[in-house]
């Protein structure tokens, strides 16, 4: 199975100040189509999972423009151009390259 | 843009057995790969099965034998039957959808499945 690895597991941030988030997978997620297969996602508290970033960088429908994420290599990092209110919950990154499908640990991002 | 509604969590005692639901509505429900995944009270996410959009299925190791994941496309339904249930099953259960490598991008609001004696 492919092991994700995030880090920090715990971010306090200041609105109005930029943030990230990195994700390590333990093996190479790019396929043949030249997509790397990691996805982002938000968990606010008390609510379910919503998706942010798909294959690596694209930001799904309705995202706000604020997040953005890069990839190098196997190294996956979620961007935060300058976090807002709403922004806390936990964020998970998630390998969709082949099942089992396999979540990083999460981090929890709260206001400073 | 697609709603996914889950039913029939609760408690079951160790070795019981559990239906969930999940009722899909908005899109094309058969155009879809369809995921169950889990998440125990204050821990991380955890893929418990696939299906896909020819019926073709998955399990993560922690379910495989135990749990059978199932759709029915002229309902609309994806199922996730659970036998020989075990207090590490006990999690709120969400039913996902998977447009194929664009994210899983509809979720449901859960499910609680409870395993005690």
């Known amino acids: 199975d492919i092991v994700m690895t995030q880090s920090p597991l715990f971010l306090p941030v ?38 942010l970033i798909y294959l690596g ?16 290599g196997t190294d996956f990092t979620l961007h935060i151009s300058r976090v807002e209110a709403e922004d806390v919950g936990v964020y998970y990154c998630m390998q969709a390259l ?13 206001i400073k | 843009e697609g709603q996914l509604v ?13 239906r969930l639901s999940c ?23 955890e ?9 073709d299925t998955w399990y993560s190791d922690s379910v495989k034998g135990r749990f059978t994941i199932s759709r029915d ?3 609309n339904s994806l199922y996730l039957q659970m036998n020989s249930l075990r207090a590490g099953d006990t999690a709120v259960y969400f039913c996902v959808r998977d447009p194929a490598g664009h994210g899983m991008d ?6 609680t499945v409870t395993v005690s004696s």
């Not at chain 2, 509505?25 to 369809?34: A, H, L, P, Q, V």
């Open chain 1, 14 to 51: 200041t609105p109005g100040e930029p943030a990230s988030i990195s994700c390590r997978s333990s093996q190479s997620l790019l396929y043949r189509n030249g997509y790397n297969y990691l996805d982002w996602y938000l968990q606010k508290p008390g609510r379910s999972p919503q998706l």
């Open chain 1, 57 to 72: 960088s694209n930001r799904a429908s309705g995202v706000p423009d604020r997040f953005s994420g890069s990839v190098s």
């Open chain 1, 98 to 110: 082949q099942n089992p499908r396999t979540f990083g640990q999460g981090t929890k991002v709260e």
């Open chain 2, 6 to 18: 889950e039913s029939g969590g609760g408690l079951v005692q160790p070795g019981g057995s559990l």
């Open chain 2, 23 to 45: 009722a899909a509505s908005g899109f094309t429900f058969s155009n879809y790969d369809m995921h169950w995944v889990r998440q125990a009270t204050g821990k991380g996410l």
């Open chain 2, 47 to 55: 893929w418990v099965a696939d299906v896909g959009r020819r019926g």
């Open chain 2, 73 to 75: 496309n002229g309902k």
């Open chain 2, 106 to 111: 509809v979720w449901g609001q859960g499910t």
